[in-house]
């Protein structure tokens, strides 16, 4: 079982910056991709980043130039820096990672409040 656990959600106005944190601990060989996704009111939950183990990196279209991601790969964390952030950012933020054990699993955070105000 890997748990995940997220911080750094908040509110912020149009402009500004958040660095969201996730970090997993639990019982695995080892964590593959780690990634952030989000899900604003009404909507699906949509890939936001996405790293590997490697450090390749891949952004969804609408946070490119704006958001990064990172991890250590020794702490099993990932994090990511939101800067110029615009209303349609607001969303739960989500971390995600995929562990092996027996078998390969995606494991999810509890998921974190990020508002962007106008």
């Known amino acids: 079982q890997v748990q995940l656990v997220e911080s750094g959600g908040g509110l912020v106005q149009a402009g500004g910056s958040l660095r969201l944190s996730c970090a997993a601990s639990?019982?695995?060989?080892?964590?593959?991709?780690m990634g952030w996704y989000r899900q604003a009111p009404g909507k699906q939950r949509e890939l936001v980043a996405i790293?590997?183990?490697?450090?390749?990196?891949n952004y969804t279209d609408s946070v490119k130039g704006r958001f990064t991601i990172s991890r250590d790969n020794a702490e099993n964390t990932v994090v990511l820096q939101m800067n110029s952030l615009k209303p349609e950012d607001t969303a739960v933020y989500y971390c995600?990672?995929?562990?092996?054990?027996?078998?390969?699993?995606?494991?999810w955070g509890q998921g974190t409040q990020v508002t962007v105000s106008s």
């Open positions: 995600n990672a995929e562990a092996h054990l027996v078998t390969v699993r995606a494991y």
């Open positions: 639990g019982i695995f060989i080892k964590i593959t991709s």
């Open positions: 790293i590997t183990t490697a450090g390749n990196r």
